[in-house]
């Protein structure tokens, strides 16, 4: 083999080798576990041309860099198995007060004690009633649609507009039945309350209208 071919020949050895254990050390120290602790592995050739020793040591080390500060993702405390939808129920009773604002062919339209309670069937299908205590004893039977709000964090219901139609019965008038639309809003006192206000308007005759106000506190229940 001539010099000058024996010379490029060498060459080329070199530098591919050179190329080689430059990619081999830098995808070492680009390894998800050596990026994340921030060590390396330096073999004790490396340390020993690093330092000028002639150590016979055979036994690789590890080296610590730097250690990186990893961002923790924030979570939101949570108590294991704890739904508040669930505790606080669909549906509850108890008791309150109606205020006439308006009309005085119904009970409604008067101040009266009041019981009252809602039926949930779903989130967005429940039945209010209102039982009014006066000069007659007066029932409100509404079929409502309720529309929950929710923190966007916890997912807990905060407040639940409701709104709806139904019925004014008057048993002691024959069990007379009058058109009524409500509507309101229910707010869960944790764990196991709810108030609820609610505006009554009901239709005893075609040219009157009986309003009144109701403001309660109820128990809640799980019925279904």
Same mark, same amino acid.
């Given at each position: 083999? =001539? #010099? ?13 080798? $050179?190329?080689?254990?430059? %990619?081999?050390?830098?995808? =070492? ?15 004790? %050739?490396?340390?020993? +041309? ?15 860099? +730097?250690? =990186?500060?990893?961002? &923790?993702?924030?979570?939101? &405390? +949570?108590? #294991? ?23 005085? @062919? ?12 809602? &039926? ?15 000069? @007659? !004893?007066?029932? $409100?039977?509404?079929? $409502? ?5 929710? !923190? #966007?964090?916890?997912?807990? !219901?905060?407040?639940i507009p409701f709104a709806g139609g139904g019925v004014l019965l008057q048993p002691d008038d024959d069990w007379e039945a009058d058109p009524l639309v $409500? ?33 309660g506190v109820g128990y809640n229940l799980k019925l279904f």
């Open positions: 083999m =001539q #010099p000058n071919l024996a010379k490029l020949f060498f060459w080329l050895f070199g530098f591919t080798a $050179s190329s080689l254990l430059c %990619s081999g050390l830098s995808a =070492q120290a680009q390894t998800p576990d050596s990026a994340y602790y921030g060590y390396i592995t330096v073999t004790p %050739s490396d340390s020993a +041309q690093s330092s000028g020793s002639t150590t016979n040591n055979t036994q690789p080390t590890l080296v610590l860099v +730097q250690p =990186q500060t990893v961002a &923790a993702t924030p979570e939101v &405390a +949570q108590v #294991p198995g704890v739904n508040p939808l669930k505790i606080l129920g669909r549906s509850y009773i108890g008791v309150g007060g109606n205020i006439g604002l308006d009309g005085e @062919e119904t009970n409604l339209g008067e101040g009266s004690f009041v019981i009252v309670s809602k &039926a949930g069937f779903t989130e967005n299908f429940s039945v209010h009633n209102a039982v009014m205590f006066g000069d @007659e !004893t007066t029932t $409100s039977l509404t079929l $409502s649609l309720n529309f929950p709000i929710k !923190t #966007p964090v916890t997912g807990q !219901t905060i407040v $409500s509507g309101g809003v229910d707010v869960p006192i944790p764990p196991r309350f709810t108030g609820t206000v609610r505006v009554n308007v009901a239709f005893p005759e075609d040219d009157e209208t009986d309003v009144g106000l109701v403001l």
